[in-house]
């Protein structure tokens, strides 16, 4: 086993997954970091050499354990829209869009005591990449699902707006002590709400999205729009 990395193919990301995998017991106790991973390459009884492989560190669990969530996510929403009948109501885009940050938000609950030095390392210039790449795919699959047709905003727009949500109740949740995270369910409902305020304005919006320059800079503005910040 010495000397595996990554770049062996099939087999070597095969082992990453189940180093990875293996990691997450570890994190409540050393965090996102080297330690977890070493703990699970012994355990697996790999050569140490395997730490390799992690180009971005600990960083990597946090990056694996938040796709996996995103993958669990989109497998809920896909059997949802299975499950609906032909002829029925679709859920109406609002409800749809609060009820997928919601369950999206609790699904990182068995890790919340750690998620914010999770989130934390998503701010290295290494890790950030991935991070928002990720992201920004959660929020494409939370549209697509949501089956929105409206013409009122852009792609762009709108991908802003949800990511803008997200990141605002994720915030408010980390700070949020209410039994069963209440307040953090009663923000997300606000700011859902404040989604049809936002469309009022939407012509401005749209101008000051054009010259954002990227999801993340276009989700900044619209979640300082939302909180009355000019």
Do not use: C, M, P, Q
């Given at each position: 086993s010495s000397g595996i990395n990554a770049e062996y193919g099939e087999k070597g990301e095969d082992l990453k997954f189940d180093i990875l995998e293996g990691s997450l017991k570890h994190v409540h106790n050393h965090g996102w970091t080297e330690t977890a991973?070493?703990?699970?390459?012994?355990?697996?009884d790999l050569s140490e050499a395997s730490i390799k492989m992690f180009k971005l560190g600990g960083a990597e669990i946090a990056l694996?354990?938040?796709q996996s969530?995103?993958?669990q996510l989109e497998d809920m929403m896909a059997q949802q829209k299975d499950d609906l009948a032909p002829d029925a109501e679709p859920v109406p885009i609002a409800d749809f869009l609060q009820d997928?940050?919601?369950?999206?938000l609790e699904l990182q609950l068995p890790y919340y005591d750690r998620w914010a030095e999770a989130l934390a390392l998503c701010i290295d210039p290494n890790v950030a990449p991935k991070a928002t790449s990720q992201f920004a795919h959660l929020i494409d699959d939370i549209w697509f699902y949501a089956g929105d047709k409206s013409t009122d905003f852009n792609w762009y727009t709108r991908r802003a707006t949800v990511a803008a949500?997200?990141?605002l109740t994720e915030l408010f949740m980390l700070q949020d002590t209410s039994p069963g995270y209440s307040e953090t369910?009663?923000?997300?409902?606000r700011r859902v709400t404040d989604l049809a305020a936002l469309?009022?304005?939407?012509?401005e919006l749209e101008k000051q999205l054009e010259s954002a320059g990227g999801l993340m800079k276009a989700t900044f503005i619209i979640a300082r729009n939302m909180l009355g910040q000019k």
């Open positions: 991973l070493r703990h699970a390459i012994k355990e697996l694996h354990y938040d969530l995103n993958d997928a940050i919601k369950t999206s949500v997200y990141g369910w009663a923000f997300l409902n469309g009022e304005n939407r012509v």
